[in-house]
């Protein structure tokens, strides 16, 4: 038990539907981030939150749209989204984006795209 | 280019000792990362490291830092199978945000 959830851990989807990722972390953080893992590259960080106010977006395409109601939740909203997007999405949190770095991960949302 | 370099592939005998390699680029870093990532899982914090510190022991991890060479690396003691898994290095960069290698998969072998 990491203190970070993910729902669901696995979500296949086709290219027109609407989907959502859910995240919840019970550690009290106020930073929270979401990771994109594809095959053979290098962890991408995508979206980062900061006391539920948006201070990253790291040239993600729209039909990725965050929302951060508060704290402890973050969503992924998926739209119209391509073959190539299939990936591990990994919400991760930390304290504040300035007190060490220490960020903690979830499980990770398998996403298929057909 | 990536800015944290690990090799991709360990395989080590079962009982051996495993050394994970990185070298990162960023000489302000204030921590580097060990996660390990186990098959179909998320990523796991293994052990971190302070840049001032040259090296750290973790029961049966050590880790260390060599700041001269931007040199990280990870000592597994008796491994064993359930160190099977990915191993990423990873380093912070300026406020909140981490770097990570591509990650090293590491197979324990009988």
């Known amino acids: ?114 | 280019g990536e800015d944290v370099e690990q090799s991709l592939f360990l395989s080590v005998r079962e009982g051996d000792s495993s050394v994970i390699n990185c070298t990162y680029t960023d000489s302000s870093s204030t921590y580097l990362y060990w996660y390990k990532q186990e098959p179909g899982a998320g990523l796991q914090l293994l052990t971190y490291i302070f840049s001032n510190m040259d090296m750290k022991q973790d029961q049966r991890l050590t880790v260390l830092l060599n700041k001269k060479d931007k040199h990280l690396s990870l000592r597994i003691a008796d491994t064993q199978t359930g160190d099977s898994a990915i191993y990423f290095c990873a380093e912070s960069l300026r406020d909140y945000k981490l770097s990570f290698g591509a990650g090293t998969t590491v197979t324990v072998r009988a």
């Open chain 1, 1 to 114: 038990e990491t203190g970070v959830t993910q729902t669901p851990r696995h979500l296949v989807m086709g290219m027109t539907n609407k989907k959502s990722l859910k995240c919840e972390q019970h550690l009290g953080h106020n930073a929270m981030y979401w990771y994109k893992q594809s095959a053979k590259k290098p962890l991408e960080l995508m979206f980062v939150y900061n006391f539920k106010e948006q201070t990253e977006n790291n040239s993600v395409p729209s039909r990725f749209s965050p929302e951060c109601p508060n704290s402890s939740h973050l969503f992924l909203h998926l739209h119209t989204l391509q073959p190539e997007d299939s990936a591990l999405y990994l919400c991760a949190s930390s304290q504040d984006r300035l007190s060490g770095n220490t960020i903690y991960f979830g499980e990770g949302s398998w996403l298929t795209v057909v």
